[in-house]
Structure formats: C-alpha cells, structure tokens
C-alpha cells in the first residue's frame, strides 16, 4: 500500500494493516498538507487536518500571563521565499499559520545557521528547500531568555536538520570555566548558620545588587525587543501595548 501511494505523489500517510487478508486502512496525503494523526486501529484512523491542527495550538494556550515556548515541525511556512523550489505554497495555508501565531500572541524566536530546516532532492531541478522547524514564544518567554537562540544544525539520515535551543550565550557553553558553582558547600553543617549571618548583616546590599541585577536584564530585554520590533511589526506591537 506504501508503493501505491507513492506512485500516486503521497510521499506521507499511514497504513493499517489487515486482519489476516480482510480489512486494512490507508490515509495517504501529500506533503503541503498538514495531518495530525491522534489515534488508530483496524476500523479506524482519527487525523486532524488543515485548519484544525491551528485549533489545536490555540486551545493549548491558558492564559496571557504564562511563558509559553513552542518548537518543532509545523509542516507550514509563514511566507512564500521561505521556500526554494517545488510548487509555490498555497497563500491561504501560509495565511491560516500567520493567523494561528498571532492569535496565540506567538513570535519567531529566530535562528542561525542554514535559512532551512527541510530538505528534499539531490538534483538541482528536483530540490526543495523550506524552514518548516521552528521556534516561537510569547513576549513573557522572551524577556526571560531574552538570549534564547535556535542553530539550525546539519542533517544526514532525517530529511528534516536538528534544532539545538540555548537559553544563553555561546560563549558561556564553550567555556565552562563561566559555570564554577560551589556546591560542595551547601553539604556543610555550618551552611544555614552561615547565610543567615551574611542575610542579616548586609540586607541592604544584597537589596541593592538584586535592584542592579533586574535593572540589567531589563536593558538586554529591551535591546532584544528592539531589534526584534524591526523584523515583525506584530511582535513590536505586543512590547508597545504591554502596560
């Protein structure tokens, strides 16, 4: 059933096989379209297609107030010259996606490395190339980790590449002297004593370094935010209108 299906241009889909030689289910599809299989058996396959997997993401969101993340393959781009060769991507599909993420007050955290993610075809008429992986949060996210990054890593066996996600600066992962951490000293017997001490005798300090701190992690967000707001006008509009 996989060559049939094939053979006809459904490069994805699903098969159920049959009780002995009776019965047996396919859902084939091709690759612009987006399925979400939720469950199957021998009489049955329920998918979520099109419009009901943004449905889907819309409902998953609580509230405004809580840091989301969101990452991974969404099977869809958000405009066309995201997309280098094959046929031109419907408009009303990328459409739907751009609607999807601004409902859920979503923003591309963006990447570096290669502009794709999804790679099909050797030769150069035959080549497709989309950024179909991706990472998007809301503005609560981002001023958390206003140095997320996603590096679009190079892919072999998986026609899709890896995303590796850091929350800081490269610099900090190559050189782990930046990560001393002396735990050992929690272990002590003379630990809690010990803080206690240095809490009651320097409150007011220790007051003003975490002033400095949140004052420090203010301006990196704002530098992060404004270097956004020149790359999508939706993301900027949420930072003007945060109260």
Known sequence: MERVRRSYGFL????VDPDVSKGGLCLAWKEEVSILVQSFSRRHIDALGGEESWNTLKSLRNNEEQSWFVCGDFNEIIYGFKKKGGLPREKKRMEDFRNALEDCQLIDVGYSGNWFTWERGNLPKTNI??????????VNWMSMFPEANIKHLVHSTSDHCPLLITTIKEEYIS??????????WVLEETFEAEVKRIWDSALGTINFEIDKDESYWEQRARVKWLKLGDRNTTFFHSIATQK
Do not use: I, Q, T
């Not at 994805?12 to 098969?15: D, P, R, S, T």
């Not at 190339?129 to 809301?138: F, I, K, P, Q, T």
């Open 175 to 184: 050189r782990p002297e930046n990560f001393k951490f002396e735990a050992w």
């Open 129 to 138: 190339r989309e950024r179909l992986d991706r990472g998007v949060a809301n």
């Open 12 to 15: 994805n889909g699903l098969e």
